[in-house]
Structure formats: structure tokens, C-alpha cells
Antibody
Framework: QLQLQESGPGLVKTSETLSLTCSVS??????????WGWIRQPPGRGLEWIGN???????YYNPSLKSRVKILADMSKNHFSLTMTSLTAADTAVYYCARFGRCSEGSCYTTKGWFDPWGQGTLVTVSS | SYELTQPPSVSVSPGQTASITCSGD??????ICWYQQRPGLSPMLVIY???KRPSGISERFSGSNSGNTATLTISGTQAMDEADYYC?????????FGGGTKLTVL
């Protein structure tokens, strides 16, 4: 059974850089059938997609966050990471990692896919 | 930027059918997904590619997508279905989520 686990600091200072890691077990992040993604949810609010990475290291980012975000994958450790710079209080959120499903009934898509399963999430608070 | 609009809340009586809508420009031309998020838990996929159910998801969950509106239908609603539901689609290379609908089972 595939499981994802986020890890990282719970508290980050304003203007600093956030680094999170998503460790994957029960499956390989080098699979060509899946990509891997980060999504966040501010307290009491909705979901916001941050970005995806695929087995070749190609990345896809939310345009609203692209200038501050970088996603990398480490195939040897079977984990992928998120780095976000220039943090403000607006970046306070629960950060989730998830597997991105993209193949169904013989067709595979770069986008048009779905996130399943999700990690348990990690709360990141940005404060001065 | 592309937007998906959901009603903030929907109420349903136990055993009845709940319908949650998601609206967006030419949404029917895109694949829609639906996620359930129970309080304090991570989101869980309940519908993908408009109307497909992942393994383990009850047959009570179904989906449709046409024109500018997608609908998640929950038949025989149970107390355990009380949760927030989010729709999601792709606009070019950007994943977009709806604002979420709180389903209350009265």
C-alpha cells in the first residue's frame, strides 16, 4: 500500500525559506505512470495546487507561486522535496504531498490527472 | 485565471440523495475530480475523470460533467458522508480546485 509522509519544520520565520520532504513507501517515484505533487491548505480554507514533478525531473508549477517554488526528486531515497522562498504569513498552511495519477484505460496525460493518495499533511506556520 | 465555483454548503437528510455542483467555463471539456475531506483528515479522491470511482469508494458516489457544470451525487447519504467536498480540474498546465462545499447530513 502506497504511503506518503511529509516532514519539515513546523515554524518558519517571515522572509525565510521553507524546505519540506515527502517520503514515499510502498511504491517507486520513478514510475512512469505517476507524477508527484504538492498541495497546500491555509487554516479553514480551500486547497491550492503548488506543483508536480515527474520521473524525469520535469516540473510543473502554479503560475502564482512559480517564482518562489522549486520541486526536486531524489530517486535514490525515493522522496521528493519542496522549497519555497520569501515566506509571508499568507504561506501559513497545511502542506500535503500526493501521488498524481495520469494513466487510465490505456491513455496517459501530463495534466488532466488526479491526486491519490495524499499524505497526512504537515502544518507550517510563518511568523516573525 | 480559471475558476471553479461550488456552493459553500449543502444539507441533506440521511438516506436521501445529495448533489454538489461545480461550475466553470466549458468545464464539460475538461476532466473533473472530486475529493472528500473529513474534519482533521487529508483529502481523499472519490471520483476521477468525471465519473470513475477509485477502488474502495462506495457505489453511492457518482459523477457527471457536461456544459459548464459538474455534479457529484451521493445516494443514500449517511452520517459518515458529512465532510467538505472539493472539485478539481486542469486549465492548461495548472490544477485548479473549487472553493469547497460543506455537506451537512441533518
Amino acid at each position: 500500500q502506497l504511503q506518503l509522509q511529509e516532514s519539515g519544520p513546523g515554524l518558519v520565520k517571515t522572509s525565510e525559506t521553507l524546505s519540506l520532504t515527502c517520503s514515499v513507501s510502498g511504491g517507486s517515484i520513478s514510475s512512469t505512470y505517476h507524477y508527484w505533487g504538492w498541495i497546500r491548505q491555509p487554516p479553514g480554507r480551500g486547497l491550492e495546487w503548488i506543483g508536480n514533478i515527474n520521473y524525469s525531473g520535469n516540473t510543473y508549477y502554479n503560475p502564482s507561486l512559480k517564482s518562489r517554488v522549486k520541486i526536486l526528486a531524489d530517486m535514490s531515497k525515493n522522496h521528493f522535496s519542496l522549497t519555497m522562498t520569501s515566506l509571508t504569513a499568507a504561506d501559513t498552511a497545511v502542506y500535503y504531498c500526493a501521488r498524481f495519477g495520469r494513466c487510465s484505460e490505456g491513455s496517459c496525460y501530463t495534466t488532466k490527472g488526479w491526486f491519490d493518495p495524499w499524505g497526512q499533511g504537515t502544518l507550517v506556520t510563518v511568523s516573525s | 485565471s480559471y475558476e471553479l465555483t461550488q456552493p459553500p454548503s449543502v444539507s441533506v437528510s440521511p438516506g436521501q440523495t445529495a448533489s454538489i455542483t461545480c461550475s466553470g467555463d466549458e468545464l464539460g471539456s475538461k476532466f473533473i475530480c472530486w475529493y472528500q475531506q473529513r474534519p482533521g483528515l487529508s483529502p481523499m479522491l472519490v471520483i476521477y475523470q468525471d465519473n470513475k470511482r477509485p477502488s474502495g469508494i462506495s457505489e453511492r458516489f457518482s459523477g457527471s460533467n457536461s456544459g459548464n457544470t459538474a455534479t457529484l451525487t451521493i445516494s443514500g447519504t449517511q452520517a459518515m458522508d458529512e465532510a467538505d467536498y472539493y472539485c478539481q480540474a486542469w486549465d492548461w498546465n495548472t490544477a485548479v480546485f473549487g472553493g469547497g462545499t460543506k455537506l451537512t447530513v441533518l
